[in-house]
């Protein structure tokens, strides 16, 4: 009765500990969370204005399927201007949430056959995504040892001749570790001998510390027309629930992916839309949340650091910080479960990232939180020696 391909998707395996997180919060538990996806930060006031403006103009209907044509060519300025992407409206395609983004990009180029690499430590929803195309996931592994980038000489060893696509994601969920250009370039050289696909996820462009640059990939010499940019409104904007994400492509590829919008969302919400062509006109918030951000991160950072039985990885980018827990003995679905059970902090376990002993703790909450959920987790960690 169920499509085979449906009934191969795995439910969300972190699931059980955000349930759990949810529910001893709704009992009034004081809960510190390290298990979220999102930025605690509120939207803009200067976003909310515009939609609410947007529905009293009755900028309420359909829109183009591959977005207004005003925000779209926002959307291209910004690349230009910001990513040095040379893109145009046409090259651009607004959807619903940049998730929906990577599904129209895969499902435009995969076939049943093609394989995908993914490199892992992974975000959980690429290979689930891949299923769904028919393709195949190969994974990728990546060392610790090299900060879970990818090795350009690993990489071509799995490239076979049905490669077709690259997964890129970075700065990266989980590992909060991010590329530089030489190490993009190096990356290029081999997709591009071996004519390879990349569709490289930058949805936490705006998030990378320490001064650091974010280079987008399309932007190397040689990689524009081969590359599908994907990014999006929700973690640099604080848009979660707005919906609005993008890819960008070459024209062979958005005439043909625009087809799967017409015949699934029809279009992003209209309001959303006015929102995030908002969203783009002001600089300053990214600035202020960035720097927001590296605090917690060197609060959270330097806490974990302090406990001989963790090794965590200092994020350059994104607001996870990942962390190898093998030393406290357990596994890390056990690590997550006891210690939300008992010390009340929760964050996710890394096995369904693929890497085992690891963690994910976000930092996206108030430093106070972050302290207090750092003295708990060395309770637990105490609690674990008696
Ligand atoms: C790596 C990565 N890509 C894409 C997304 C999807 O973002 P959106 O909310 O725009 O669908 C997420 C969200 O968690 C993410 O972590």
């Known amino acids: 009765m169920i499509n085979p391909q449906v009934s191969l998707l795995n439910k969300s395996a972190t699931l059980k500990i955000t349930a759990l997180t949810k529910k001893l919060i709704k009992e009034g538990k004081d809960v510190v969370n390290f298990a979220g996806g999102e930025p605690d930060f509120d939207t803009p006031l200067f976003i909310k204005e515009e939609a609410k403006s947007a529905i009293d103009k009755g900028l309420t209907k359909y829109t183009p399927s591959a977005g207004r044509i005003g925000l779209k060519e926002a959307i291209a300025a910004k690349l230009n201007q910001e990513n ?27 076939a049943p056959g093609d394989e995908v690499i993914i490199p ?10 891949v299923k769904l195309t028919s393709a195949k996931t190969v994974i990728l592994p990546t060392q610790r040892a090299n900060d879970f980038k990818i090795d350009p000489i690993e990489l071509e060893k799995v490239i076979t001749s049905k490669t077709k696509l690259l997964i890129l994601n970075y700065p990266c969920n989980p590992t909060g570790v991010t590329y530089t250009k030489a190490e993009l370039e190096a990356i290029l050289k081999v997709v591009k001998e071996k004519n390879v696909l990349v569709l490289s996820d930058e949805i936490y462009e705006a998030l990378v510390y320490d001064g650091r640059e974010h280079t987008s990939f399309a932007s190397l010499p040689g990689a524009l027309e081969s590359t599908i940019t994907i990014n999006g ?20 590829i958005t005439n043909q992916a625009s087809k799967i919008i017409d015949h699934t969302t029809s279009c992003a919400s209209s309001i959303s839309q006015s929102a995030a062509l908002a969203a783009l006109s002001n600089k300053d918030w990214q600035k202020e949340i960035r720097s927001k951000f590296q605090e917690r991160r060197d609060l959270i950072w330097e806490g974990l650091s302090k406990f001989p039985e963790l090794k965590p990885i200092k994020p350059q980018g994104t607001f996870y910080l990942f962390c190898d827990i093998r030393g406290s003995g357990l596994g890390s679905f056990d690590f997550a479960t006891q210690l939300l059970e008992q010390f009340l ?21 108030s430093l106070e939180q972050i302290t207090k959920g750092v003295n708990r987790i060395g309770e637990f960690l105490n609690s674990l020696k008696k």
Do not use: H
């Open 233 to 252: 409104f929700s973690k640099t904007f604080s848009m979660t629930g707005w919906r609005i994400g993008y890819l960008v492509a070459d024209e062979n």
């Open 120 to 129: 892992s430590p992974y975000w959980v929803s690429y290979p689930e995504m």
């Open 84 to 110: 040095n992407i040379k893109a145009s409206a046409s090259n651009v395609i607004v959807t619903s949430g940049a998730k929906y983004s990577i599904f129209v990009a895969m499902f435009s180029v995969l």
């Open 345 to 365: 902090t929760s964050c996710i376990p890394a096995d369904p990232f693929g890497q085992e002993g690891y963690i994910r703790c976000s930092f996206s909450t």
